[in-house]
């Protein structure tokens, strides 16, 4: 996706928040789970094949938040 604005409202579609300005770049991956749970501040950079979860699964514990 060659805009940055495009793919900021594509992200704003899943429920993630993202800023004004902030870059999101190639092969980043949002939590599938609870992608609302996600804010990009503004002018933030994130880089190339970043993977950012909400949630994590432990051996006998299951979190979630922001």
């Known amino acids: 996706m ?10 704003g579609w899943l ?7 902030a870059s999101i770049a190639l092969a980043v991956v949002l939590d599938v789970f609870f992608p609302e749970e996600i804010t990009i501040g ?3 950079i994130v880089g190339y094949n970043t993977v950012i ?3 994590e699964y432990l051996l006998h514990e299951w979190r979630k938040g922001r």
Do not use: E
């Not at 060659?2 to 992200?11: G, N």
């Open 2 to 11: 060659p805009w940055l604005s495009v793919k900021r409202r594509m992200y």
């Open 15 to 21: 429920g993630t928040r993202v800023g004004q300005d």
């Open 42 to 44: 503004p002018n933030t």
């Open 53 to 55: 979860l909400a949630h």
